[in-house]
C-alpha cells in the first residue's frame, strides 16, 4: 500500500513551522519569561533559582562531578587549574539500565537501589579511598526547588524515570544517605545543580560572554543569566542563573500528533515542549505519522532519534539503509517513493524542533538585551541532538538569522561537550571557595 499524497503533505504541514509563526512562538516565550519573572506562578515554566551565578574562571583544585539526568550515570575527578584550564583525573560510568539484567528507572525501582548504585560508582571513581574528603558536585537533571546550593528537592520525574520515593526528596539527602551505607562519608555533596546549569558555567569558565546554557538530547531545558536576581546564599557574579524548565512550556498550539503522544505518556499535560523537541520523543513522533499513514493508527514502532538520524544520512541511491531501518522497526518494506516521504517527514520534524529550540534562544537574547542593544555572545549547548543529528545545529543558525537579522552576526551557538561534568566541579568550587 503506497502513502496517499494528500494525507502525506497534509501531516508534512503539520510540522512545519514558517517565518511570521516563529516570530510568533519566540514572542510568547519571551512573553510566558516576563509573567514569571514577575509572579512565578503565571508562567509555565518553573524557572527555578540555582543559587549560583557566572564563574569567575579562577576556580582551582580537585572535585568529585557527578552527572545524573539521563539513563547513564557518570562521575568525575576534575582537576580545576584556574584560567579556564581543567583536566579530566579520572572518569567512571555505567548505565542505569540493562535491558534483562537491572532497571534502576522503573516503577518497580526504590530510591534506596538506585542511590546505592550511585554511591557504588562515587567509590569506583575515588578508588575506595574513604579517608581523603571529597567534595562534590552533583549535577542533577530533573526538575528541582532548592533555596540554598545544596538542598534541590525533586518535584517531579520527567525523561520517563519513574523510581519511587524520589519525588519530594531532596536529591543529596538521598545521596549522602547511600554514601553512609558504603562508609564513603569523606565524599561531602556541596553542590547540586541542573545540567544547564552545568553546562552554562563550563562554557563560562573557558569562553567569556556565555550567558545562556541548554541541553538539547534526551530532554531538552534552557538556562540563562538573570542579572537582577541576587541573593545572600548564592554564589558567582552577575545575578543568578535562573533554570527555565523550559520543556514545560505550554503556550504553543501542539499539533494532533504532539497532542496524541502527550495523552498517552509517563506524564500526561507536563513538559508539552520537550516532548515536541527532545531526542527521546522525536522518533515515536515520526513512528505516529506512519501509523497513520499506513492505516494502522495507534500502533508503536520503538523508531529513536537515532534511527531518525541515520534516516536523514542515507543519501544512497536506493535509501537501502532508510528502508531497513523501516523493515526492522515498522516491518514493511516501503516503496522508495515512500521512503522517500519518510526521510522528508523525519527531516520536518528535526527542522521544526530546532526551529523552536532557537526561538525559545532568540527570546532569552531578547530579554537581557532588554530595551538595549543585543551585545555579542555565546549560546553554550550540550546534548546529543544538537551535536550529531543532521540538520538540527544549520536550523538552529538559520532561526536566529531569520529573527535576529543583522544581529544575528552577535550571537551563535557553540558546543559544550561533557558540560555537566566540569559545571559541577566548578559549582563545588565555587561553593567551598565561596565569593572569596
Ligand atoms: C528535562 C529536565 C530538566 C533537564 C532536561 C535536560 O527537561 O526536566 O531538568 O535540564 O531534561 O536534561
Known amino acids: 500500500m503506497a502513502f496517499n499524497n494528500e494525507q502525506f503533505k497534509d501531516i508534512l504541514a503539520e510540522f512545519t513551522i514558517g517565518g511570521e509563526r516563529l516570530r510568533e512562538i519566540a514572542a510568547t516565550f519571551r512573553q510566558d519569561l516576563q509573567l514569571g519573572l514577575r509572579d512565578v506562578t503565571l508562567s509555565s515554566m518553573r524557572m527555578l533559582k540555582s543559587y549560583v551565578g557566572l564563574p569567575s574562571g579562577k576556580e582551582r583544585g580537585e572535585y568529585l562531578a557527578l552527572d545524573f539526568g539521563g539513563t547513564n550515570i557518570r562521575v568525575f575527578r576534575i582537576r580545576l587549574d584556574g584560567d579556564g584550564k581543567y583536566e579530566i583525573v579520572k572518569r567512571v560510568g555505567r548505565p542505569l539500565v540493562v535491558p534483562g539484567e537491572y532497571d534502576y528507572i522503573c516503577k518497580d525501582a526504590t530510591a534506596e537501589q538506585m542511590f546505592d548504585f550511585i554511591a557504588e560508582l562515587v567509590d569506583e571513581a575515588i578508588d575506595g579511598d574513604h579517608d581523603t574528603k571529597y567534595y562534590l558536585g552533583h549535577t542533577f537533571s530533573f526538575p528541582s526547588t532548592q533555596d540554598n546550593l545544596y538542598n534541590a528537592r525533586l518535584i517531579i520525574w520527567t525523561k520517563e524515570f519513574a523510581t519511587q520515593g524520589v519525588e519530594g526528596e531532596v536529591a543529596n539527602d538521598l545521596l549522602v544517605a547511600a554514601l553512609k551505607r558504603r562508609d564513603a562519608a569523606n565524599v561531602e555533596p556541596v553542590a547540586v545543580l541542573n545540567d544547564t546549569v552545568a553546562v552554562l558555567l563550563s562554557a563560562a569558565y573557558k569562553t567569556p560572554d556565555t550567558f545562556i546554557g541548554s541541553i538539547y538530547a534526551t530532554g531538552h531545558n534552557t538556562c540563562y543569566l538573570e542579572p537582577t536576581i541576587h541573593d545572600p546564599k548564592g554564589v558567582g557574579k552577575g ?9 514545560n512550556f505550554s503556550k504553543l498550539v501542539p499539533n494532533r500528533f504532539d497532542a496524541e503522544y502527550d495523552e498517552r505518556s509517563e506524564k500526561p499535560g507536563e513538559q508539552r515542549f520537550e516532548k515536541m523537541v527532545s531526542g527521546r520523543y522525536m522518533g515515536e513522533l515520526l513512528g505516529m505519522a506512519i501509523a497513520e499513514l499506513l492505516g494502522e493508527k495507534g500502533k508503536q514502532y520503538g523508531l529513536t532519534s537515532v534511527d531518525m ?48 529550540v532557537a526561538a525559545s534562544f532568540v527570546a532569552l537574547v531578547w530579554q537581557r538585551a532588554g530595551s538595549g542593544k543585543i551585545v ?61
Open 239 to 247: 545575578g543568578m542563573i535562573l533554570n527555565l524548565e523550559c520543556g
Open 309 to 356: 538520524s541515520m534516516m536523514i544520512l542515507d543519501e544512497s541511491e536506493n535509501l537501502t539503509k532508510a528502508s531497513d531501518i523501516i523493515m526492522a522497526k515498522v516491518g514493511r518494506e516501503l516503496d522508495f517513493e515512500d521512503v522517500q516521504k519518510v526521510r522528508e517527514l523525519a527531516s520536518a520534524i528535526v527542522i521544526r524542533s530546532a526551529r523552536l
Open 376 to 436: 555579542r555572545q555565546h549560546v553554550a549547548v550540550d546534548g546529543s541532538v544538537y551535536e550529531k543529528m543532521p540538520l538540527a545545529k544549520e536550523n538552529i543558525t538559520r532561526a536566529i538569522s531569520e529573527l535576529l537579522g543583522e544581529d544575528a552576526s552577535k550571537v551563535d551557538t557553540i558546543l559544550d561537550n561533557g558540560g555537566s561534568g566540569l559545571g559541577a566541579a566548578i559549582a563545588a568550587a565555587m561553593a567551598v571557595e565561596g565569593n572569596a
